[in-house]
C-alpha cells in the first residue's frame, strides 16, 4: 500500500515564524501536492511537482513555497506565517500523467496549522 | 478552470439506508475524469469511485454508484445500504484528461445514524 506521511498532525506557530511542513512517500511516485483544506472551500492547489527540483504553481501559491530535493520528499514552507494560513495542510502523491493508475492520489494525514 | 459545485453541506442518513450526494461541475474539455474522495473523522482521504468521461456506463464499487450525466455536467454518488464507517466527509473532484491536477468540490459531510 502507498504511504504517505506528514511530519505533524498539530502545529501551533507565531505570526512571522518560519515554518516547515514535510511529506514524505513510499511509492516512488513522481509526482507531489500541497493542499490546503478550508471549510465550505474544499481542497485548493497551493503548489505541485512533478519531478525533482521541478515545481509548479497551483491556485493559491501566495505567501507559500516548496522544496523537492530528493523524490520522496516534497516540503512546503512558509516564510513568514500570518494568521490567515491557519488551516489543514493536506500533502499527496501520484503516478505521472499517462501512467497506469495515474489518475489516484494518495494523501497523507494533514497537519492541522495554527497561527497565532 | 474548472469548477466543481457541492450545493450540500451536510447530509444525514439512518444506518441501511440510501443516500445521493449531487455534484455538478463546469467544464469545455471533452476528455476528464471525475472522483468521489472520502474523508472519515481524522482519517486519511481515499478514493471511493471513478469516472471516466468516454463511458456512457456508469461506474459501481460495491454499495458506491455514481449517475453520471454529461450533458448535463452532473456526477451525483448513491450510497447504499449505509453503515456507520461511511461516515465522512466526501468530495467530488474533476481532472482533465492526461493532466495530474485535481480540481475539488467543497465537500458534503454524511452522518450515518444508528
Known amino acids: 500500500d502507498v504511504k504517505v506521511t506528514q511530519s505533524s498532525r498539530y502545529l501551533v506557530k507565531r505570526t512571522g515564524e518560519k515554518v516547515f511542513l514535510e511529506c514524505v512517500q513510499d511509492?516512488?511516485?513522481?509526482?507531489m501536492f500541497w493542499y490546503r483544506q478550508d471549510p465550505g472551500l474544499g481542497l485548493r492547489l497551493i503548489y505541485f511537482?512533478?519531478?525533482?527540483?521541478?515545481?509548479e504553481k497551483g491556485d493559491i501559491p501566495e505567501g507559500y513555497s516548496v522544496s523537492r530535493e530528493k523524490k520522496e520528499r516534497f516540503s512546503l514552507i512558509l516564510e513568514s506565517a500570518s494568521t490567515n494560513q491557519t488551516s489543514m495542510y493536506l500533502c499527496?502523491?501520484?503516478?505521472?500523467?499517462?501512467?497506469?493508475?495515474?489518475?489516484?492520489?494518495?494523501f497523507g494525514p494533514g497537519t492541522r496549522l495554527t497561527v497565532t | 478552470a474548472q469548477t466543481v459545485t457541492q450545493s450540500q453541506p451536510e447530509m444525514s442518513v439512518q444506518e441501511a439506508e440510501t443516500v445521493t450526494l449531487s455534484c455538478t461541475y463546469d467544464t469545455s474539455e471533452s476528455n476528464y475524469y471525475l472522483f468521489w474522495y472520502k474523508q472519515p473523522p481524522s482519517r486519511q482521504m481515499i478514493l471511493v469511485i471513478r469516472q471516466e468521461a468516454y463511458k456512457q456506463q456508469n461506474a459501481t464499487e460495491n454499495r458506491f454508484s455514481v449517475n453520471f450525466q454529461k450533458a448535463a455536467k452532473s456526477f451525483s454518488l448513491k450510497i447504499s445500504d449505509s453503515q456507520l464507517g461511511d461516515t465522512a466527509m466526501y468530495f467530488c473532484?474533476?481532472?482533465?484528461?492526461?493532466?495530474?491536477?485535481?480540481?475539488f468540490g467543497a465537500g458534503t459531510t454524511v452522518t450515518v445514524r444508528a
Open positions: 511509492m516512488d511516485h513522481e509526482n
Open positions: 473532484a474533476f481532472m482533465k484528461a492526461g493532466d495530474y491536477k485535481l480540481s
Open positions: 499527496a502523491s501520484s503516478l505521472p500523467a499517462g501512467s497506469a493508475s495515474s489518475y489516484e492520489q494518495y
Open positions: 511537482s512533478y519531478d525533482v527540483k521541478m515545481k
